[in-house]
T-cell receptor
Framework: KAGVTQTPRYLIKTRGQQVTLSCSPI?????VSWYQQTPGQGLQFLFE???????NKGNFPGRFSGRQFSNSRSEMNVSTLELGDSALYLC??????????FGPGTRLTVL | AQSVTQLGSHVSVSEGALVLLRCNYS??????LFWYVQYPNQGLQLLLK??????LVKGINGFEAEFKKSETSFHLTKPSAHMSDAAEYFC??????????FGAGTTVTVRA
């Protein structure tokens, strides 16, 4: 089975812009989660989707949003980018025993 | 809310020596527990998981971990370190709320 794929792998944006990141889960997995990883805050949960419904959301401002499509692919969007949004954004899909399988991440740099 | 504590942000071991990474958690419900490894510029790779049943779980690359409910611990070990084990390791907890809570991570360096 192919693993979790994320596109793009790298992004450079300027403050105030918006960005959309994409994630394709492992075939057959219906749950997709997103995490932000920074040196200062570590790994923080953003949100989780299952069958196009958001089931849980982390402590992030409303500028961070996501959605899931009927084929389980997911996107996350960050509007009005700030310098502090620079991070590695990781997507994961969930297997049978709640284990999460991660993609390679999207490295976002905000200038 | 659950929290995960990894004791020691950096661990240095000699090649061939025991690797021991400590993880303690707090959870109001029986958790699922995981260890992940992250190599530079990569995502997280699942090393092993505890869901139910046997408390000693074996994972990939010779790693194993023991779930001790009384101590709320899930320490990771490997009997003999290899140079390729140099990476950052994360302990994570899922308390059945559709998310993982991660520890701060432990960076392992392996000395030749």
């Amino acid at each position: 089975k192919a693993g979790v794929t994320q596109t793009p792998r790298y992004l450079i944006k300027t403050r105030g812009q918006q960005v959309t990141l994409s994630c394709s889960p492992i075939s057959g997995h219906r749950s997709v989660s997103w995490y932000q990883q920074t040196p200062g805050q570590g790994l923080q949960f953003l949100f989780e989707y299952f069958s196009e419904t958001q089931r849980n959301k982390g402590n992030f401002p409303g500028r961070f949003s996501g959605r899931q499509f009927s084929n389980s692919r997911s996107e996350m969007n960050v509007s009005t980018l700030e310098l502090g949004d620079s991070a590695l954004y990781l997507c994961a899909s969930t297997g049978l025993y709640n284990e999460q399988f991660f993609g390679p991440g999207t490295r976002l740099t905000v200038l | 809310a659950q929290s995960v504590t990894q004791l020691g942000s950096h661990v240095s071991v000699s090649e061939g020596a025991l690797v021991l990474l400590r993880c303690n958690y707090s959870s109001s419900v029986p958790p699922y527990l995981f260890w992940y490894v992250q190599y530079p510029n990569q995502g997280l790779q699942l090393l092993l998981k505890y869901t139910t049943g046997a408390t000693l779980v074996k994972g990939i690359n010779g790693f194993e971990a023991e779930f001790k409910k009384s101590e709320t611990s899930f320490h990771l070990t490997k009997p003999s370190a290899h140079m390729s084990d140099a990476a950052e390791y994360f302990c994570a907890v899922d308390s059945n709320d559709y998310k993982l809570s991660f520890g701060a991570g432990t960076t392992v360096t392996v000395r030749a």
